[in-house]
């Protein structure tokens, strides 16, 4: 990483032009986050004219919850799948076009688009084709002699949002993972070619390695996507249903407080989820990232 | 150990431009042939179709015997040094150096002994745990060297390997170079743009210019006889004079000499070859007043300018000149020294 020192004629100026960003980040996140800690401590009454600090019964009440550890369950689930699917895919993707040398361009411009498309829509695109009445998908897998109904089947709602989900994200990858190839010196493979290894050796021993550091940043972000931004998927998709079977950890939050009103144990929930994916970030960043550098 | 040999070679790449036309070359068993000339001449390209980087369009190439046109890199059982040296970043010099004989399925006992082998003869032993950024690009260009020989293959490819080096170090490279190529004898072509290190490597030079060959042959062959216009002015340092026939025979008092061929409309001069001062008889005159003194340390460059001949010419003066910038200076061109040329051809005659 190459830094650059820039020097301000006027020592206030710099502050100035952070401050609209660093207002936004307090106002919106800061503060708000802080908000939650407070209230994960609390317990409100459902009219709201009384509340009650409670220490940690919030939290142990969460822990003993046999829906909360389900959401739990649910989550790794479908972060797990998610970040394979997507990151899987999307290098598959960033391979092929990265082979091409005129036409990749055109694959690039049209695969970043699903990118560009919000979350609910995406959502409701795919709750569209894979519906149980309607949809197109679900008529193709009647053909076939599958029953298609995600909202009666466990299995196949999980499946539904995990597709919805990383189909909007394998885009993202896909532009790293191009990134990340075109920086690998073609020399290096043309050596490893006359060194005796065939393409998938050349890949695997080669590519994968020098790509690693882009694989291992995606990892987080994929992660983290998964278990924050996936809300607006599945708030189209399943609504957390059936049965519970897809309601994970950011849904419940917004189904628990929003939903359900219980404000105390929403805000545990959220700062329990920061607190995972902080861990998780930290984790990675301690035992991962010292293996892919090189 | 294996003879190369080229056979009508052409290379056109799918967009119509031909970049390759048609090369006829052979390489024996055992000699380094540099191929030299200027950036985009095509010497890499060819390079590459010997190393099967690249398709061949047309033509064969063959290496021991066996034509290669359609086998892989692998196959060809060759070994190339890089001009980035294209050491694997993540694997240790130890890595780099192993990874073409795993490949293969060596034996470990046999793999260990190579690599120490390799490590010993390139001096690289003590960095053999080490990554490739921590080397100096010295280091690295020895271990991308000691990738190539480690293999025992039966051509080396070098690919501008010491273009990345400074000055000093290019030196000694290239000297380790001929000597590691004289003792292992393993038959090898050398890319260069560098006419200096194409002759003081090359047992054979090629020179090449916009995808022909222009002229095959020992080092001092072409710069004694020089082919054509472009060797004359790619090989030497400083390059040969090229003075036209006309304007020279418009100056007072110059007559060329009988022995030229009938049709020379250019001669060359070496630079080293002018005389300073009196002629023999039959020599050719001339007078002009120096514009420019180059001193190297042994010898200096005089640039002459010659009232009626376009170009400034150049004078290698043997010693310390005394010569000071414009003065006027009487130089002669020995008759035996001069070069005919054809404008219309660029052959020599």
């Known amino acids: 990483m190459q830094t650059k020192r820039t020097i301000f004629p006027n020592r206030w100026l710099p502050y100035g032009l952070l401050a609209p960003q660093l207002a936004i980040t307090l106002v919106f996140f800061i503060w708000p986050a802080l908000q939650a800690v407070k209230s994960s401590f609390e317990r409100e009454d459902p009219f709201g004219f009384k509340t009650t600090f409670i220490w940690f019964a919030n939290y142990s009440k969460l822990l003993a919850d046999p829906m909360y550890l389900n959401a739990l369950w649910r989550t790794l689930i479908f972060a797990v799948l998610v970040t394979v699917i997507a990151m899987g895919v999307s290098l598959i993707l960033a391979v092929a076009v990265n082979r091409l040398l005129r036409s990749g361009r055109v694959y690039t411009t049209l695969l970043v688009w699903p990118y560009a498309v919000a979350p609910v829509v995406a959502g409701i695109l795919w709750w569209f084709m894979f519906n149980p009445s309607i949809g197109i998908l679900s008529y193709v897998l009647g053909q076939m002699g599958v029953t298609w109904n995600h909202r009666v089947n466990a299995d196949q709602a999980m499946i539904l949002i995990v597709l919805a989900a990383s189909w909007k994200q394998i885009s993202y990858n896909f532009l790293f993972f191009v990134a990340g190839l075109q920086s690998v010196p073609a020399s290096l493979s043309e050596a490893a070619a006359i060194d005796g290894a065939g393409p998938f050796k050349r890949f695997w021993t080669i590519v994968v390695p020098l790509l690693s550091p882009t694989t291992f940043f995606l990892l987080i972000v994929n992660i983290n996507y998964a278990m924050f931004d996936t809300f607006g998927v599945i708030d189209a998709t399943t609504s957390g249903g059936p049965a519970q079977s897809t309601n994970i950890l950011v849904y419940k939050v917004y189904a628990d407080g929003f939903l359900g009103l219980n404000i105390g144990s929403s805000a545990a929930q959220s700062v329990l989820l920061m607190l995972i994916v902080i861990v998780l970030t930290v984790v990675q960043f301690r035992f991962v990232e010292r293996r892919v550098q090189y | ?349």
């Open chain 2, 1 to 349: 150990m294996a003879a190369i040999e080229l056979a009508g070679v052409k290379k056109t790449y799918p967009g119509g431009a031909q970049v390759i036309h048609g090369i006829d070359l052979a390489i024996g068993d055992g000699e380094l042939v540099v191929l030299v000339g200027p950036s985009g001449c095509g010497k890499s390209t060819l390079l590459r179709m010997i190393a099967g980087l690249e398709t061949i369009s047309d033509g064969t190439i063959s290496i021991g015997g066996a034509v290669v046109n359609t086998k892989e890199p692998a196959e060809r059982d060759i070994a190339m040094v890089f001009q980035n040296y294209a050491l694997y970043p993540h694997m240790t010099v130890r890595g780099n150096l192993e990874y073409g004989l795993k490949n293969r399925g060596t034996p470990r006992a046999e793999i260990d002994a190579r690599v120490e082998a390799a490590a010993r003869t390139l001096e690289i032993s003590q960095f053999l745990d080490r990554k490739p950024r921590q080397l100096s690009g010295g280091q690295r260009q020895r271990v991308a060297m000691g990738r190539a020989i480690v293999r025992q293959p039966k051509a080396f490819l070098f690919d501008e390997p010491l273009s990345n080096l400074d000055a000093k170090l290019r030196g000694q490279m290239r000297i380790e170079i001929r000597r590691l190529q004289r003792s292992l004898g393993t038959t090898s072509v050398y890319v260069t743009h560098d006419q200096l290190e194409a002759m003081t490597l090359a047992d054979r030079l090629v020179v090449m210019n916009g995808g022909h060959i222009e002229q095959v042959g020992k080092p001092t062959e072409l710069y004694d006889r020089p082919a054509s216009l472009f060797v004359a002015g790619f090989i030497g340092s400083p390059p040969m004079n090229l003075l036209d026939v006309a304007a020279l025979q418009a100056l007072p008092g110059v007559t060329l000499p009988d022995a030229l061929p009938d049709g020379t409309d250019i001669v060359g001069i070496r630079p080293d070859a002018i005389i300073l001062g009196t002629a023999a008889p039959g020599d050719i005159l001339l007078s002009g007043t120096v514009e420019l003194i180059e001193p190297v340390g042994g010898e200096s460059h005089l640039y002459v300018r010659v009232a009626g001949l376009e170009q400034a010419m150049i004078i290698v003066a043997q010693g310390r000149s005394e010569l000071v910038e414009a003065a006027s200076l009487d130089f002669a061109l020995p008759a035996d020294a001069l070069h005919p040329f054809s404008r219309a051809t660029g052959k020599r005659l």
